[in-house]
Nanobody
Framework: QVQVAESGGGLVGPGGSLRLSCTTSGLPLDGYAMGWFRQAPGEEREGVSCISPTGSRTYYKDSVKGRFTISRDDAKNTLYLQMNSLKPEDTGMYYC??????????????????WGQGTQVTVSS
């Protein structure tokens, strides 16, 4: 059984930072592109960032470019998302999963229907 677990969210003020982490069990990250997705209340889940299987290529939604950094440590089976200069519009539930990167519709599209509980990010003063 494949399980995904996200952590690291919280409540921060505008301009603050958070570092999200994601681990899996049952299917390692190694060999797969991985993506971070965000779902705001009343909106569809959207791709925010994606990283290639080797980590050599990264992709970002335009609104987070220059502020977010995706990375991976396959030895630790962990995916990260460093989020700096956070804005209220970054608020939402963040999920990670196995992905394909750089598509025409989104920087990340999910490959399998494996989702964790997500981690809530709230940016508010």
């Amino acid at each position: 059984q494949v399980q995904v677990a996200e952590s690291g969210g919280g409540l921060v003020g505008p301009g603050g930072s958070l570092r999200l982490s994601c681990t899996t069990s049952g299917l390692p990250l190694d060999g797969y592109a991985m993506g971070w997705f965000r779902q705001a209340p009343g909106e569809e889940r959207e791709g925010v960032s994606c990283i290639s299987p080797t980590g050599s290529r990264t992709y970002y939604k335009d609104s987070v470019k220059g502020r977010f950094t995706i990375s991976r440590d396959d030895a630790k089976n962990t995916l990260y998302l460093q989020m700096n200069s956070l804005k209220p519009e970054d608020t939402g539930m963040y999920y990670c999963t196995y992905a394909s990167c750089g598509g025409s519709r989104s920087v990340a599209e999910w490959l399998f229907n494996y989702w964790g509980q997500g981690t809530q990010v709230t940016v508010s003063s």
